[in-house]
């Protein structure tokens, strides 16, 4: 009994064949390939997995190429290298670091603005108001961790409400680049000293503004014991 006809020429064959007696095409056609989706048919996905074979290798590349890009993007936001910046401040170790030049805008006599970055919280730098203030100069930027400041007469609690206080000091640093970056420190109406964190990234100057005065009265003045400047170690 004679099979189909040959799909290719046409030529008789016996049931049992799998390929034309005279031609050798196949006579048991084939199903043709279902179509790919859409996403297989973008590299990396369009490649046909072959039993198996490469499949972990190919979805361990796919994910790390889309996680390496969803890093590269979060890193180049702002927010992602504030995160960054942060966490390598917290990992560090914050060492002093010593301001070049002190300049106030007012002084009271016998208490200079350097004795604010003297190392002795016995000793102060008298402002005659609010509204004075006084800028540190660096030799060279670095990244501002922290600054802790010791506000009034001194440290002693006893010597401390001898003279008027700032609660309130409005803090400018200007970066290398000429940015002024502005943060408020409010402080506690207590002797000694208070540690701010503020991250800020290649300061190169530092700008401190007294305001909210406590404990001005009679022939008092504002008195600030000591500044301490911090960098990442």
Partial sequence: MAGAPCPACGTPNAPERNFCRRCAAPLTPTKAAAALPWWRTVWPFRRRARGGSGRLARFLTVLFVVLALCAAGFL?????????????????????????????????PGHAATASTDGLSNRYWGAPGSGASVTYTFAKSFRLVDVIVTNGASSAPEAYALQGRALRIEMEVTTKDGTVVRRTLNLSDKAGPQTFPTGISDATTIRLTLASPAGLTGKRHLALAEVEFFQRG
Avoid: F, M, N, Q
């Avoid at 702002?78 to 106030?104: C, M, N, Q, S």
């Fill in 76 to 108: 180049l936001l702002p927010a992602g290298r504030h995160l960054i910046e942060d966490t390598r401040d917290k990992l560090g170790k914050a060492k002093p670091v010593t301001a070049t030049g002190v300049k106030a805008s007012a002084e009271v």
